[in-house]
């Protein structure tokens, strides 16, 4: 099976609870983060301002002030780059055993148990309000946002009005520009400070605005919702209270590996060859957070690994190239050891590795493909 990267971008996934403002003085781009690319700040765009225009009276009609919307759209735009994304979200596809040397990297895993070792007693509360294991809790955070260190600095408001205009999902855009609004009117978030990633997702767990207006829970007790806060206890809270209304039962697991033990429910095999697992009504759960099999397989097993559970014990077959995810970690190795970096060994082929591997292929005088095989890793060996 291929697995669509639909927000591989932020954490792992950028899509979260629904599918994925930093606002600065008129004609200035000053207070945008230095690391945002140019595609990712406003450029001039005359339909889109007619559309903002036209925008105005649909959102007063529906309760927005006039104040919020001038303060929301200061220095809000048409953001180039948010298209570009959105466009191109079939181009990155992987099968089950990428997503999880991904999603259950050694790095992540290791992060993972170290947040819930800092939060445990505020994920332990939280587990006893809402009865979602905090390791379930834990794992969405990071693959959200890698346990908050990428939460996204798109300003929401020119992301959401981005899409909005453009018009693929227009009305599912503008529904979430009205929810961004809200909360700003609301009084959770400055505009100022309302940023997530491109497709307007937001704050640890990573949560469209939308969800954020309807689960978003104020766990500290300081009179607001604040899911972007560095104290991540209002963001794993509210995906708690998310999970629970949609059925999360208490004390029963995710599911597991076949033959891994536990409650016996629907065996998938989401890649042909690989892994079967036995999911129960919780893993159906999960999956209303993200629809995807692979999210929440990525989740509940990145959750047991946390919890101090190793590997797979299944194997997965060879890729389409005949190489074993062994094989591939070999001919990274070896790429970089020649001065081909490949950015990491982890056996996922991505934009790195296709460049050290063209790199390489042009410095013998071999076809310049970037495509890794049996052939070239006998090459390199």
Request: proline share 4%; aromatic share 8%.
């Given at each position: 099976?291929?697995?669509?990267?639909?927000?591989?971008?932020?954490?792992?996934?950028?899509?979260?609870?629904?599918?994925?403002?930093?606002?600065?003085?008129?004609?200035?781009?000053?207070?945008?983060?230095?690391?945002?690319?140019?595609?990712?700040?406003?450029?001039?765009?005359?339909?889109?301002?007619?559309?903002?225009?036209?925008?105005?009276?649909?959102?007063?009609?529906?309760?927005?002030?006039?104040?919020?919307?001038?303060?929301?759209?200061?220095?809000?735009?048409?953001?180039?780059?948010?298209?570009?994304?959105?466009?191109?979200?079939?181009?990155?596809?992987?099968?089950?055993?990428?997503?999880?040397?991904?999603?259950?990297?050694?790095?992540?895993?290791?992060?993972?148990?170290?947040?819930?070792?800092?939060?445990?007693?505020?994920?332990?509360?939280?587990?006893?309000?809402?009865?979602?294991?905090?390791?379930?809790?834990?794992?969405?955070?990071?693959?959200?946002?890698?346990?908050?260190?990428?939460?996204?600095?798109?300003?929401?408001?020119?992301?959401?009005?981005?899409?909005?205009?453009?018009?693929?999902?227009?009305?599912?855009?503008?529904?979430?520009?009205?929810?961004?609004?809200?909360?700003?009117?609301?009084?959770?978030?400055?505009?100022?400070?309302?940023?997530?990633?491109?497709?307007?997702?937001?704050?640890?767990?990573?949560?469209m605005p939308t969800v954020y207006q309807e689960y978003a829970v104020d766990f500290t007790g300081n009179g607001r919702r604040d899911i972007w806060s560095e104290d991540p206890s209002d963001a794993l809270a509210t995906t708690a209270a998310y999970l629970q209304r949609?059925?999360?039962?208490?004390?029963?697991?995710?599911?597991?590996?076949?033959?891994?033990?536990?409650?016996?429910?629907?065996?998938?095999?989401?890649?042909?060859?690989?892994?079967?697992?036995?999911?129960?009504?919780?893993?159906r759960v999960i999956k209303r957070y993200n629809p995807s099999d692979a999210y929440a397989i990525g989740v509940g097993h990145l959750a047991d690994r946390i919890g101090g559970a190793g590997p797979l014990r299944g194997s997965f077959p060879p890729d389409e190239n005949?190489?074993?995810?062994?094989?591939?970690?070999?001919?990274?190795?070896?790429?970089t050891a020649l001065g081909y970096d490949t950015q990491g060994a982890d056996g996922v082929i991505g934009r790195n590795t296709e460049s050290a591997i063209r790199a390489y292929q042009a410095s013998r005088g071999l076809p310049v493909t970037g495509t890794p095989s049996?052939?070239?890793?006998?090459?390199?060996?």
């Open positions: 099976m291929q697995i669509n990267r639909r927000r591989f971008g932020q954490g792992l996934m950028s899509v979260g609870l629904a599918a994925c403002s930093r606002p600065f003085p008129d004609g200035q781009s000053s207070n945008l983060p230095a690391a945002l690319p140019d595609d990712l700040r406003p450029a001039a765009n005359g339909d889109y301002d007619a559309w903002v225009a036209s925008f105005r009276g649909r959102a007063t009609a529906q309760g927005i002030f006039p104040a919020t919307l001038s303060t929301a759209f200061r220095g809000a735009g048409f953001l180039p780059g948010v298209v570009t994304r959105d466009r191109n979200q079939t181009e990155f596809q992987r099968t089950l055993e990428d997503y999880l040397s991904i999603a259950a990297s050694d790095e992540r895993v290791a992060k993972g148990r170290q947040a819930l070792a800092r939060h445990r007693s505020t994920l332990n509360a939280i587990e006893a309000r809402y009865g979602v294991d905090a390791h379930i809790i834990t794992a969405i955070w990071g693959l959200e946002s890698f346990y908050g260190e990428r939460q996204g600095q798109i300003p929401v408001i020119s992301a959401t009005s981005t899409l909005a205009f453009e018009g693929r999902r227009g009305r599912y855009f503008e529904r979430e520009l009205i929810a961004a609004l809200r909360i700003v009117q609301n009084g959770d978030i400055l505009a100022s400070r309302m940023t997530g990633s491109w497709a307007g997702a937001m704050g640890h767990t990573q949560c949609h059925g999360w039962t208490r004390g029963v697991r995710w599911g597991g590996e076949v033959g891994s033990g536990g409650p016996s429910g629907t065996v998938i095999q989401p890649q042909p060859g690989g892994p079967r697992f036995d999911t129960t009504s919780n893993f005949g190489l074993t995810k062994a094989d591939r970690i070999t001919l990274q190795k070896r790429l049996q052939a070239l890793l006998l090459n390199l060996l």
